[in-house]
């Protein structure tokens, strides 16, 4: 079982730089394929930004393509998104899902509000 806590939302300006943070638990985060999901108000969908795998190979939306940067450090247990040139249309509840043999875990998210 993989537990996921994200960190590091908040309000920023157009134009400004975010990195969000999802610390996992147990030794199978490590292998474990873990994606970052944004989910804007008043929408209950949940979109996929980015993914990164257990060999580090990533994907990205198109939207996000050239600002956002998904990386993982397995010794801390965590997976980042750097968000730069971050627009108002990136405000959002950030969740981190983490896919492991088959299971799914989300965590319970972190806000993103990108406003003057």
């Known amino acids: 079982q993989v537990q996921v806590v994200e960190s590091g939302g908040g309000l920023v300006q157009p134009g400004g730089s975010l990195r969000l943070s999802c610390v996992g638990s147990?030794?199978?985060?490590?292998?474990?394929?873990v994606g970052w999901y944004r989910q804007a108000p008043p929408t209950t969908q949940r979109d996929l930004v980015a993914?990164?795998?257990?060999?580090?190979?990533?994907y990205y939306l198109d939207s996000v393509k050239g600002r956002f940067t998904i990386s993982r450090d397995n010794a801390k247990n965590t997976v980042y998104l750097e968000m730069n040139n971050l627009k108002p249309t990136d405000t959002a509840v950030y969740y981190c899902?983490?896919?492991?043999?088959?299971?799914?875990?989300w965590g319970q998210g972190t806000l993103v509000t990108v406003s003057s």
């Open positions: 899902r983490t896919l492991h043999s088959g299971a799914i875990f």
């Open positions: 147990g030794s199978a985060f490590a292998t474990a394929t």
């Open positions: 993914q990164i795998d257990s060999g580090s190979g990533t």
